[in-house]
């Protein structure tokens, strides 16, 4: 259902199979039929622009989620191909445009629109220009646009401004109406990984240009399944306080083979938890991992930090390490382990490498503390950039 507001643009983000075209085509129908909340008044003339004409014609008009599917007989439009023209009982019209021709919107004018798949788009700035200068029809004309999320300028332009209204769906949502076995399939494939989180989550994923990172280059390193690791070390970058507001505490489980490759291995860090929480959830991840030993950053708290690890399991090893440099130089070393192809990630770790991403010369975006990037810093430090205590001999299993 549309929002309510006085928006301009609906901006409906969807994963594949979320329901975003059936979103699409029953705001048209709504509009042609003046229905509210869809409109206060019937539409006269639509535009529908896609890809290309034939997404246009395949998905849009003839798909099984399109507009001739969703209609009843006594009020389903009258397809014209040749004219790219829909035509309502009551006579309304809709026009079929392909984005990679946006002269071809020049001229018509419409007080409706619907823009399908948008990040895909050719010419998405032109295409949505031409678009623009035709919604000039009615009192206040208005355009949805469906579309799986890429990192393209228009789409950001899109989702910051003012007059935007957003609705967004993971294809999961929609699983009642999916083949059996479909988000089994898929969502084992690729949840988690970039691809997955934006195909199938609808999640707008971009990279920063001075981001210490990448996602494509994280996606390229990422195996399944973990070798053989001659050390593996939790790290624990705890917060200075514990409320809820508080910085997250960052616990990173990360290894090395006996070739000198690291492995990050797990991501247990938590939110706003007190000082014997986040203890006890590193510790277990200690004998989880089967750990040689557990690295604490003790800027924040001083002693405490190792004093309430060993209230839980005096028996583990912790290794104090205090932060004499910022941030970024701390990082810099380790971003260059990545780019030297000497670490891989055993698994998909959205939200540490969401701060990977993110972190740049200033930090994260919105001044957020990278405390499971902190975490990830001090287990390959400690396990590649300096000497580390000797290893645990480990069984072959």
């Not at 609906?10 to 229905?35: D, F, M």
């Not at 050719?122 to 004309?141: S, T, Y």
Request: hydrophobic share 45%; with cysteine.
């Amino acid at each position: 259902m549309p929002p309510p507001g006085d928006w301009t643009v609906w901006l409906v983000l969807g994963g594949r199979g979320a329901g975003k075209t059936r979103t699409g085509a029953e705001w048209v129908r709504g509009v042609v039929g003046g229905r509210p909340p869809f409109a206060a008044m019937p539409a006269g003339r639509i535009a529908l622009v896609g890809e290309t004409f034939a997404d246009v014609r395949d998905v849009m008009i003839e798909g099984v989620s399109g507009l001739l599917t969703i209609h009843s007989r006594t009020d389903r439009p009258v397809w014209s191909p040749s004219r790219r023209l829909l035509e309502w009982p009551n006579g309304a019209i809709a026009q079929a445009f392909s984005a990679e021709d946006p002269e071809a919107l020049r001229g018509p004018q419409f007080d409706a629109a619907w823009a399908d798949e948008l990040a895909k788009w050719r010419h998405p700035d032109a295409a949505w220009d031409m678009l623009q200068f035709g919604l000039r029809l009615g009192e206040q004309p208005r355009q949805v646009v469906t579309t799986t999320p890429r990192p393209i300028p228009l789409l950001r332009r899109l989702m910051a401004a003012p007059l935007t209204a957003m609705s967004h769906a993971k294809t999961s949502a929609n699983a009642a109406f999916l083949a059996p076995g479909f988000l089994t399939a898929i969502t084992g494939r690729y949840q988690g990984t970039r691809l997955g989180r934006q195909e199938l989550d609808g999640e707008f994923l971009e990279d920063r240009p001075d981001a210490l990172w990448q996602r494509d280059q994280i996606e390229a390193i990422r195996i399944d399944g973990r070798p053989e690791l001659s050390r593996i070390v939790i790290a624990v970058d705890p917060p200075a306080s514990s409320t809820r507001r508080s910085d997250a505490c960052g616990i990173v489980a990360a290894g090395v083979d006996a070739s000198g490759i690291g492995f990050v291995l797990a991501d247990a860090s938590i939110q706003g938890a007190r000082p014997e929480v986040w203890a006890r959830r590193a510790v277990g991840l200690y004998h989880a991992e089967e750990a040689d030993a557990l690295v604490a950053e003790v800027n924040q708290g001083g002693d405490m930090v190792a004093a309430v690890i060993r209230e839980i399991d005096a028996g583990v090893p912790v290794r104090e390490v205090r932060a004499t440099r910022g941030k970024w130089l701390r990082a810099e070393p380790v971003a260059a382990l990545y780019a030297q192809g000497r670490v891989r990630h055993a698994s998909t770790f959205p939200e540490l490498e969401d701060e990977m991403t993110d972190f740049g010369l200033d930090g994260l975006s919105g001044g957020r503390s990278p405390d499971r990037l902190d975490a990830l810093v001090w287990a390959l430090t400690f396990l590649m950039l300096r000497d580390a205590a000797a290893p645990r001999v480990r069984s072959l299993r």
